[in-house]
């Protein structure tokens, strides 16, 4: 039984590993679609701001 509860939450893991970085993937191509290289590059490295523009992208789509 344990076994089988490992599998499914290995999967739930994956899932949403695959979720973020699809999410990740979309934001950076907005970004540089747009020409946005400085705020790509910060996205980056400044979680706060990843935020806002993952807000400002959920607002654009």
């Not at 993937?25 to 980056?44: C, F, G, P, Q, V």
């Amino acid at each position: 039984m344990c076994e089988v509860l490992d599998r499914v939450e290995d999967r739930g893991i994956q899932k949403g590993i695959a979720q973020g970085e699809g999410t990740i993937l979309s934001l950076m191509h907005y970004l540089l679609s747009n020409n946005r290289t400085e705020d790509a590059k910060r996205a980056t490295e400044d979680e706060a701001y990843r935020r806002k523009l993952l807000e400002e992208l959920s607002k654009n789509k």
